[in-house]
């Protein structure tokens, strides 16, 4: 009996190259050519495509750590922005055909479409232990359906990258014109409902919003206009609003911090009220005398405990960042309002006394548990007692 003949082994048409010299070969999906970025892990099981859209991950390539990724398709529905963000992703198997009745595309032509490539049947979890251990990593990521790579190429090209620290990125992911957002969410979080009366005023500050944020503050009654990153204290002020949000984005909080701070700063000066999301919560940290940090790997994904400190609650938060405020530099005046309990860094603050705070996790979701909707409440609760007064 002759032995069977193995089954020839598909040739590689990916790889992930780190700058180590790691190299991790797998299929290519969405675009082709090659891509440079920092390298992160993300745990979510749900919203590969709110991930992907998600402007925070501009400059990053996203390994997803859960195995069925794409198996859903994709939906104009669930992006979180219009342009194409996140660098490039990985996954533990090639997508599949999606099967759910809303998916108008499946994510392998929706990648390509936004110029973006994806990596699949690798072995996703050496990956994450590699990224752990080498902290977010600088890696090359190509697709070439011939399977043609020039490794070495590949590696200087990681090797060479400037990396996100000191880069200012919400300069190329804002919006470039002011605009209204009026769009509320499609399905309420649990014991919350609409609110009436006459809009809340507020001036939200695009350094690369999701738009859920944007239906979050809609919903609890906020008449929302979104001005570019580059605003001053002076256009915020001229449209005379009752509070001002402070967006997610991505890049280094210092960074973007250069021009965003100074705008901060005075409006705090004018003694709005106040909130800010992941990078909108760095830089207020920023704006008042703290620091930021770059961590080894960084937040991401859909379950991560956060405690908040006054009511001793724990709330399970959606997590995207790969900087953080150091809880040591907060000034007096400024305190800690919520830790995570994975590793107790800080998650939120708040000026003692005003109604100014803002949290390092992600409370509009998308994707992620609703636990924290009660922030947006909060900001309103804050403009409303300020119209009474
Ligand atoms: N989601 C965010 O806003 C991310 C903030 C910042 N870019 C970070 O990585 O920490």
């Not at 919003?209 to 239906?215: D, Y």
């Amino acid at each position: 009996m002759s032995a069977a003949i193995p089954s020839p082994k598909p040739r590689p048409t990916a790889c992930l190259a780190l700058a180590d010299g790691t190299v991790f070969y797998g299929m290519g999906f969405g675009a082709t050519g090659d891509t440079v970025a920092e390298l992160v892990f993300n745990t979510a099981m749900t919203g590969y495509q709110e991930i992907m859209t998600d402007p925070s991950y501009a400059g990053q390539i996203v390994t997803f750590t859960f195995p069925h990724i794409g198996n859903v398709g994709v939906t104009p529905e669930d992006d979180e922005t219009a342009q194409p963000v996140a660098a490039g992703m990985v996954v533990k198997w090639d997508p599949t055909e999606p099967s759910n009745w809303r998916a108008t595309a499946d994510l392998a032509s929706w990648l390509a479409a936004r110029g973006r490539i994806g990596i699949g049947g690798l072995d996703t979890r050496r990956l994450t232990r590699a990224i752990r251990r080498q902290g977010a990593p600088h890696a090359a990521l190509a697709h070439d359906p011939n399977g043609n790579f020039d490794i070495a190429a590949l590696v200087a090209k990681a090797r060479g990258w400037v990396g996100l620290v000191g880069l200012d990125l919400a300069k190329d992911v804002t919006c470039a014109q002011s605009y209204r957002w009026d769009e509320t969410l499609w399905v309420w979080p649990q014991g919350y409902g609409r609110r009436e009366g006459p809009g809340l005023r507020v001036v939200a500050i695009d350094y690369g919003a999701k738009r859920n944020i944007l239906r979050c503050l809609a919903s609890t009654g906020c008449e929302v206009t979104v001005l570019p990153a580059s605003a001053t204290a002076a256009d915020v002020l001229a449209l005379n609003p009752e509070g001002v949000f402070l967006s997610n984005g991505p890049g280094d909080p210092a960074a973007t911090g250069v021009y965003a701070v100074p705008m901060i700063q005075g409006v705090l000066a004018a003694g709005l009220p106040l909130f800010g999301i992941c990078l909108g919560h760095q830089m207020l940290a920023l704006a008042l005398g703290a620091k930021t940090v770059k961590m080894n790997h960084g937040h991401h994904g859909a379950n991560h405990p956060v405690k908040d400190i006054d009511t001793g609650k724990v709330e399970i938060t959606s997590m995207n960042h790969g900087f953080t405020v150091d809880s040591q530099s907060l000034p007096k005046g400024v305190r800690e309002t919520h830790v995570s309990l994975f590793d107790g860094s800080n998650c939120g603050i708040r000026v003692e006394g005003k109604p100014v705070f803002s949290v390092q996790y992600h409370p509009e979701a998308s994707p992620g548990p609703q636990d924290s909707f009660y922030l947006f409440e909060r900001f309103a609760a804050s403009m409303q007692a300020r119209r009474a007064a």
